[in-house]
C-alpha cells in the first residue's frame, strides 16, 4: 500500500509525465499560429476610430500598420504627416502602448500611401530613389529615429511609384484607333526610367534593413494599388531585404479613375470578358509574387471599404456589371466623407435601411465571391440618385482569407476603421477582422 507521501509523488510524477506529453502538442500548436499573418492597417486621419476599440481590435492582429508618415519635399526626410495629433497629443505613443497588453503585437509606421500628398512636390518619392546616398541617408536616420523614439517595433515602406494608367472608355473603332497610337507613341507607359527606379528601391530598402535589423526593427513593405509590380519590384532581391509584404489587391477600378464605366473594384479571380485586364485581379497578383518570394511573407490585402458610382439615367436598371454611362464618384458617407468610398459599416446601413432601396446583387452566391458583391439603386424613376457599389460582404472576405490561408503568409486588412466597430451591422464589433481571423484558425477568443 502507498503510503500518502508516496502517493503524492507519484501524482505529480504523473503531472511531469503528462506535461512532458503534452508538450509538444502545445508547442506544435504555437508553431502552427506562429506564421499566419493578420496584419491591420490603421489610418489615424480617416474616420476616428476611438483608442478603446482599436484596443480591442488589436488583439486579433499579429501587426498593427499605423498610417502615414511622410517625407518633406525638400530634404526627403521622415516626418510625423499630423504632428498635431501624433506628437503634441501622444497618438504615436499611445498606439504603441497597446504592445503592454499585448506583447505579441507588432506596431510599425508606414510612410507614404496614398496619404502623403505635397503639391510642390508631387514626385518625391521618385526623386527620393534619384537623390543619391547623402539624401537617402537623412531619409533612413530620421525614418530610424521615428521608430526608436515612439516605440514601434519598425517600418512599412507603402511607396508611392506611378499608377498604371486608367483604362480608357471609347466605342470599339475609336479603342482600336487609340491602340495603334498608343503602340506608335508609346504613350501607356508611365515611367520612362521604371528599370533604374527598380533598382534604386532595391539600394533605399537595402539601406533601411540595414539600420532597422541591427536595432531588431523589421521592415515590411506595401504595394499600393495600382502599382505594378513587375516595373517597380526585383522580387527575388527584395527577399532578404524586407520581412514580409502586403499586397493592396483592391481598387483595381476607381469611380476616379474610371468615372465612366464601374465594375468590381477587388475581384479574387479574372473575368476576362467585355475586354477586362487579366492583370487586375487577386490571383494574377498573389501568383505574380508567389514566383518569386517566400509564400509566407506574403500577405493578401483586403479592404474593408466599397467604392461607389453615381448611376446616371443611361446606366439601365439591371445593375449587372459592367455598369456604363457612370458619372463618376458617388457622393461621401456620413463617416469617412469621402466621395466614391463607402466603409463596410455604411454599406451594411445602407442595405439594411428599406428607404434607401439599395438592391443587393442577386447573382448566384459562388460567382458573387469570386468576384465580389455590388449593391446599386438605379437612377431611373427611383427619386433618388442612383448608385452603384462594388464591396466584398462577409462570404467574399471568407472566401479570399480562405485561399490565402493555405497558400500564403496571411492577410493585410486596409483598414480598421472602416469595419464595423460600432457593432451596428450585426451587433458584433468588428466583423471584418473576425472573419478573417476565424478564417486564419487564429484563436477568436475575445477579452473586453
Ligand atoms: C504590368 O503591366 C503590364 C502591361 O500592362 C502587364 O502585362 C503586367 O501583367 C503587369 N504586371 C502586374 C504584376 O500586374
Not at 13 to 28: D, S
Not at 193 to 212: G, M, P, T, Y
Request: aromatic fraction near 10%.
Amino acid at each position: 500500500m502507498l503510503k500518502s507521501c508516496e502517493l503524492r509523488i507519484f501524482l505529480s510524477t504523473m503531472k511531469v509525465l503528462a506535461l512532458i506529453l503534452l508538450l509538444p502538442c502545445l508547442y506544435a500548436e504555437d508553431e502552427f499560429y506562429r506564421d499566419r499573418n493578420l496584419v491591420c492597417f490603421y489610418n489615424s486621419d480617416g474616420v476616428k476610430l476611438p483608442i478603446k476599440d482599436l484596443a480591442l481590435a488589436v488583439q486579433f492582429c499579429t501587426h498593427l500598420i499605423y498610417g502615414y508618415a511622410g517625407i518633406r519635399g525638400d530634404n526627403y526626410e521622415a516626418h510625423s504627416l499630423n504632428e498635431e495629433l501624433d506628437i503634441k497629443n501622444n497618438h504615436f505613443t499611445e498606439v504603441t502602448s497597446l504592445k503592454s497588453k499585448y506583447p505579441k503585437l507588432k506596431v510599425l509606421l508606414s510612410v507614404g500611401g496614398d496619404r502623403d500628398i505635397d503639391e510642390k512636390h508631387p514626385n518625391k518619392y521618385i526623386e527620393l530613389l534619384e537623390a543619391g546616398s547623402e539624401s537617402q541617408k537623412g531619409f533612413t536616420k530620421s525614418a530610424l529615429s521615428l521608430v526608436k523614439t515612439y516605440g514601434f517595433d519598425g517600418l512599412d515602406l507603402a511607396y508611392q511609384f506611378p499608377k498604371n494608367k486608367p483604362k480608357e472608355v471609347h466605342s470599339t473603332l475609336g479603342a482600336a484607333l487609340e491602340s495603334v497610337k498608343k503602340f506608335f507613341t508609346g504613350d501607356s507607359v508611365v515611367d520612362s526610367n521604371a528599370e533604374k527606379h527598380k533598382e534604386q528601391f532595391i539600394s533605399i530598402a537595402r539601406e533601411v534593413k540595414d539600420v532597422l535589423h541591427p536595432n531588431g526593427f523589421l521592415l515590411s513593405l506595401t504595394v499600393l494599388p495600382n502599382v505594378n509590380s513587375t516595373w517597380y519590384f526585383d522580387i527575388p532581391k527584395l527577399n532578404g531585404l524586407v520581412d514580409f509584404v502586403n499586397l493592396a489587391t483592391f481598387d483595381f477600378l476607381t469611380p476616379e479613375r474610371n468615372p465612366e464605366e464601374a465594375d468590381y473594384t477587388a475581384s479574387l479571380i479574372g473575368l476576362t470578358s467585355q475586354e477586362r485586364l487579366s492583370h487586375l485581379n487577386v490571383l494574377f497578383q498573389t501568383d505574380y509574387w508567389m514566383k518569386e518570394f517566400p509564400v509566407t511573407k506574403i500577405n493578401l490585402g483586403i479592404s474593408a471599404y466599397g467604392n461607389a458610382w453615381k448611376l446616371t439615367d443611361e446606366s439601365g436598371n439591371t445593375g449587372k456589371p459592367i455598369v456604363h454611362h457612370t458619372n463618376g464618384p458617388a457622393p461621401a458617407g456620413p463617416y469617412t466623407k469621402k466621395a466614391g468610398l463607402l466603409s463596410y459599416t455604411e454599406i451594411c446601413t445602407m442595405l439594411a435601411n428599406v428607404e434607401d432601396e439599395i438592391e443587393k446583387d442577386v447573382q448566384s452566391p459562388i460567382e458573387a465571391v469570386n468576384f465580389g458583391n455590388y449593391a446599386y439603386r438605379p437612377a431611373k424613376g427611383s427619386g433618388h440618385d442612383g448608385i452603384w457599389i462594388s464591396y466584398d460582404d462577409l462570404d467574399t472576405i471568407r472566401h479570399k482569407a480562405m485561399h490565402a490561408d493555405p497558400l500564403l503568409g496571411g492577410v493585410a486588412l486596409f483598414n480598421l476603421e472602416y469595419d464595423d466597430f460600432g457593432g451596428v451591422c450585426s451587433g458584433k464589433k468588428f466583423p471584418v477582422l473576425r472573419t478573417i481571423r476565424k478564417e486564419l484558425g487564429l484563436p477568436l477568443k475575445w477579452q473586453d
